[in-house]
């Protein structure tokens, strides 16, 4: 068995690997870059739990990897998922250092790297693939409705939908344009449409000594542009006898390519006749692992270690034993009321459940920008069956709180509870379906914002927070209004009396409710009229950060006479153009010292593939202009100013 093992990646699978082979008494050896340093006080969490770290320029450097292995001993490198975990070259170079790599066969990653090939070796060892074309059949494919994908395409990119044999021609010049700019090989293929189609996934594990077995299924139907959101163990779909055509047909897909470590076939599903088709395999460890774990109760990472160190698998398919169902959630720092633009921001409060199976890279102080992936952690539920492992997802939610961050949490939620997908009933058309009835929302609620207003009246901007639990203000009778800024505008709410003994809070157009508001611990407890509520809370001045049920909302208290503090001008009025979240300046459509329009067009910025363009707030000259394209900005980094001419 190996002593040290480098972890090629970061965030939270890198935190997930480090605690497995902390368990089995390796050394693990973490790697980072300057970005992973986003403050000098907040080291990332890989970092910090890691027995050793090495900075790398980058984490698709080959060489750094291998320098950094090397350097710190390390006789077998994990590549985790995303970045090298399926690059053949680097499966090669670090053989070629005489590093292990804990993962498949070169040979294996290229065999099932390309769309065509894979389907061609697993069709020809027998497992089912979905009619399909190539080469010539492309232009006279005459099964329809068919999708076009690009032979070395991943993650969903340049797919077309066709429907009807006239909109043909025009997909497949768009697709191979496509394909050639995103990865630089215009190859095609076209397959039949599978309708109400379910995305279901075989988990595979193959040792050195021949044995391949499955672990099972996953179900990742929950998908939005081909992300996915939700997944569970098993699938409320597949039946034991499907189960078992399945996984024997992922091990044959597996066998057909030599592979050995833990890998995953993808069958895209008729959700009607629940006929499968062989989709792809990935050559590594998923995100969603965890859900097989929680059904099989084994640690794969664990497997992988001790396949890569030449050990055969200890289990046969026969001891394979499903109990329970899993469901895991991912968190990601996106915004599902603004079309799920990327965040970013410092967390600045958190609270993770420790009832279930939490796989984080967050911790206080860290700061989430525009480099990474914006997965920040998965919240993984167990259950004696589907409905309990629902309910207990919905509850860790629930108390999950990221402040500082604008997450997706309430929108899980959300999902999870959405009948459709309590009654089992998935397909991947299904969250584009219901996304309007999910109604994500900027807007603050009434008792957030008088949680807010209390916490100001209780202790005005200028002394500390934590001072507040003894040192209530006295002696007010009249009415002292709060106009605090948050996403969805300026509330004005009116406070009287002492907040710790019994005030009153008026907005509207709730009307006048009796109030109580105590600070203790970094939560607000507060009674409004009948209900009483907790918050998780942080202030920092003017900006109040609150948090429960998983939502969390950010309130900013404005001054009168502050830019901005006029009706309706509220956030643009002071003619200071924003990031609207963390990424990358595409395009300055502008010139300092031009006149421009109001709603004309500024910047372009580019985050996650989604561009965003920021426009003139006011009508004016734009009189600073601090960004060039290819700069990488923060969320709420100034873009530019205009002036307006009064
Ligand atoms: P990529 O490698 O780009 O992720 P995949 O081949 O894995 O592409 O397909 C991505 C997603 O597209 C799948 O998860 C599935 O939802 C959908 N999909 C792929 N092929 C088909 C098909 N033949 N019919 C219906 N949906 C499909």
Redesign the pocket.
């Known amino acids: 068995m190996f002593s040290t093992v480098l972890i090629a990646n970061r965030g939270e699978i890198a935190v997930r690997i480090i605690r497995t082979l902390r368990a089995i008494g390796i050394t693990s050896v973490a790697v980072y870059t300057e970005s992973d340093y986003t403050a000098p006080d907040a080291a990332p969490l890989h970092v910090r739990m890691a027995d050793q770290a090495l900075q790398i320029p980058h984490y698709l450097d080959i060489e750094a990897l291998v320098a950094a292995a090397r350097a710190s001993g390390a006789q077998a490198v994990h590549p985790g998922y995303g970045f090298l975990a399926e690059n053949a070259a680097f499966a090669r170079r670090c053989a070629a250092e005489g590093l292990v790599f804990i993962g498949p066969p070169a040979d294996a990653i290229e065999a099932m790297g390309d769309?065509i090939r894979a389907k061609r070796t697993v069709s020809e060892a027998g497992v089912p693939v979905?009619p399909?074309g190539i080469g010539a059949d492309l232009e006279t494919w005459t099964d329809f409705p068919?999708?076009i994908?690009?032979s070395a395409?991943?993650?969903?990119?340049?797919?077309v939908l066709v429907r009807t044999a006239g909109e043909l021609p025009e997909a497949l010049a768009s697709a191979r344009r496509t394909a050639e700019a995103a990865f630089g090989d215009g190859t095609l293929l076209i397959?039949?449409?599978?309708?109400n189609?379910r995305?279901i996934e075989i988990q595979v594990l193959a040792d050195t000594h021949g044995g391949v077995v499955h672990l099972g299924e996953r179900e990742?139907?929950l998908?939005r542009r081909?992300q996915?959101i939700i997944e569970e163990a098993p699938s409320p779909f597949v039946t034991e006898a499907m189960r078992e055509g399945m996984g024997a047909a992922a091990v044959e897909a597996a066998r057909s390519v030599g592979y050995t470590g833990a890998g995953t076939v993808?069958f895209?599903v008729d959700g009607v006749s629940g006929d499968y088709?062989f989709?792809?395999m990935n050559t590594r460890l998923q995100v969603e692992h965890p859900v097989t774990e929680l059904v099989t109760g084994l640690d794969l990472v664990e497997l992988q270690v001790r396949v890569a160190a030449g050990e055969p698998l200890p289990f046969g398919q026969d001891e394979v034993r499903l109990r329970g169902h899993a469901v895991e959630a991912r968190v990601y720092a996106e915004d599902p009321a603004r079309g799920f633009l990327p965040t970013g921001g410092r967390v600045r409060a958190l609270r993770e459940p420790t009832t279930v199976r939490v796989d984080s890279s967050l911790a206080e102080g860290v700061v989430v920008g525009s480099h990474f992936d914006p997965m920040l952690s998965k919240v993984v539920a167990w259950g004696e069956d589907r409905a309990t492992a629902l309910r207990t997802l919905d509850r860790a939610l629930a108390e999950t709180t990221v402040l500082g961050v604008t997450t997706n949490i309430p929108f899980l939620r959300a999902l999870a509870g959405h009948p459709d997908v309590v009654a089992g009933e998935l397909d991947?058309g299904l969250v584009e379906r219901v996304l309007p009835a999910l109604e994500p929302t900027a807007d603050v609620p009434d008792d957030v914002v008088a949680a807010a207003a209390l916490l100001f009246h209780n202790a005005p901007p200028a002394t500390d927070p934590w001072e507040v639990a003894d040192g209530w203000r006295v002696g007010e009778r009249a009415w002292t209004t709060w106009r605090l800024e948050s996403r969805d505008g300026v509330h004005e709410v009116a406070v009287r009396g002492l907040p710790a003994s019994g005030a009153e809070v008026r907005l509207e157009p709730t009307g006048v409710m009796s109030a109580r508001a105590v600070v203790e611990g970094g939560e607000l407890a507060v009674t409004l009229g009948a209900r009483s509520l907790r918050f998780v809370v942080v202030r920092e001045g003017d900006t109040v950060w609150l948090g429960r049920e998983g939502a969390a909302w950010t309130l900013t208290r404005h001054r009168i006479g502050d830019p901005g503090d006029r009706p309706g001008a509220a956030g643009g009025g002071d003619g200071i153009v924003r990031s609207p979240m963390p990424g990358t300046v595409l395009l300055v459509k502008v010139a300092a010292g031009d006149q421009v329009s109001e709603g004309q067009p500024l910047v372009v910025v580019e985050a996650m593939k989604m561009e965003h363009t920021v426009t003139a707030p006011v009508q004016g000259t734009v009189t600073e202009l601090p960004v060039r394209a290819g700069q990488p900005v923060d969320m709420d980094a100034v873009l530019a100013v205009v002036s307006s001419e009064e």
């Open positions: 769309k979905v399909g068919a999708l994908k690009p395409g991943g993650g969903g990119k340049g797919m397959e039949r449409y599978i309708e189609p995305h990742c139907s998908q081909h996915k993808e895209i088709h989709m792809e991947t």
